[in-house]
């Protein structure tokens, strides 16, 4: 394969271009009418190979409480009425409109497998499957896009919601995976519901991701371990599912699907931004370098790979020595199954309270701009 140093402008190829050619999709974790505004999103699908972007409600928060973008639009929409909920909707969707218009070229051209926005459902729903499935479908009805993804949580109660809106035709970004056995149990949902597609008759095509959360596993044993252990469980976990991925590609059931003109449920790296000031700003993403992903990163983390990343080794089908490392972890007194339930537990209450803050900021900031 080209690396960053293979032909392109003036005898080199930007690393992001590299890593895009390698076969993994590059993706923005973040949207702001800024980065709309200010071209920032289309320099980024022009110069960095960027195809398609996640969101999440800490993003639209911060937004909401640094600027002023938003306001007319809260001003306006409260005053016909609407909650602080269906504000919220309001102002992302209208944004994620306009980015998937900028993603419309690659996913037309990628024949709907790249060039997708996504939206979360509400968290407040997580323990509700019947209210998620309504909630989801309602978005995607609203939205009326072809690349749009509903994110719902691949949490035990999340999961028959997965397999509902894959029935019902709705493009779904699995959330909150932390493990190869997390990611199995997401991709069983999806597989579930596409089948019940080709039982019925229906089209089996549906669109889905299934985002394994990377860096939180190394926040969370940092200062617990040896030294030699440092940052490196989180790759280690990624590396067992992305040998789960492959495994369930080139099993029997997924060739039957697919003979049907079904769609791999593509496996997305999340929370790949470094949280160690003492690591390489690009760790994961260097490390995580595989055919038929998607990366998603926050700006800082995209600008720093483009900067000075550099594409290696792809990451191997059997998962390397990722057994070995899990294992020294568990000498080490780390539990790798019980922290993956603690960190998918952690993160869907991190998501409650992320939502609960970006609804009171939207609520303070209509009492502000009453006054």
């Known amino acids: 394969m080209r690396t960053a140093a293979a032909a392109g402008h003036g005898g080199t190829m930007k690393p992001t271009q590299a890593l895009h050619e390698a076969g993994q999709s590059l993706w923005l974790d973040d949207i702001t009418r800024a980065l709309l505004d200010e071209g920032i999103l289309a320099r980024y699908v022009d110069e960095y190979s960027v195809t398609g972007l996640t969101s999440n409600p800490t993003i639209f ?23 602080d909920e269906e504000v919220f909707f309001e102002l992302a969707l209208a944004d994620l409109r306009r980015a998937a218009g900028l993603f419309a070229p690659v996913h037309a051209r ?64 699995v959330t909150l995976l932390f493990s190869a056995q997390q990611y199995q149990a997401a991709a069983e949902a999806y ?13 089996p095509a549906v669109a889905s991701v299934a985002s394994l959360f990377v860096s939180r596993w190394d926040t969370a044993v940092a200062g617990r371990v040896p030294g030699e252990l440092r940052d490196r469980l989180g790759i280690a976990v990624a590396r067992r599912a992305y ?18 003109g079904a769609r791999a449920q593509r496996l997305l790296w999340a929370s790949t931004s470094v949280k160690d000031p003492e690591a390489s700003d690009v760790l994961y993403v260097e490390a995580l370098a ?4 998607v990366d998603t990163m926050p700006d800082h983390t995209l600008e720093a790979f483009a ?18 490392v899990i294992a020294a972890f568990a000498r080490a007194g780390i539990d790798a199954a019980s922290l993956a339930g603690e960190l998918q537990r952690q993160g869907a209450e991190a998501f409650v309270a992320s939502w609960q803050d970006l609804l009171a900021r939207i609520g303070a900031r209509h009492e502000q701009l009453s006054r």
């Open 191 to 203: 597989l579930r519901g596409v089948e019940r597609r080709i039982q019925a008759g229906l089209n």
């Open 290 to 293: 595989a055919p038929f992903t």
């Open 243 to 260: 040998r789960a991925y492959r495994a369930l590609l080139d099993s029997p059931r997924w060739l039957r699907l697919a003979n049907e």
């Open 61 to 83: 928060d911060k937004a909401i409480k640094d600027g002023t973008a938003y306001d007319a639009d809260i001003a306006a929409r409260k005053a016909s009425g609407a909650s």
């Open 110 to 173: 990628t024949d709907k497998v790249d060039g997708w926005v996504s939206l979360e459902v509400s968290p407040l729903l997580a323990r509700d499957t019947p209210r998620t499935v309504d909630q989801a479908e309602g978005l995607h009805r609203r939205a009326a896009l072809d690349n749009l993804f509903i994110k719902i949580p691949g949490t035990p109660e999340g999961l028959p919601a997965i397999e509902e809106c894959i029935c019902a035709a709705v493009p779904v970004n």
């Open 307 to 324: 900067d000075h990343g550099t594409v290696g080794e792809l990451l191997p089908a059997d998962d390397g020595d990722a057994d070995q």
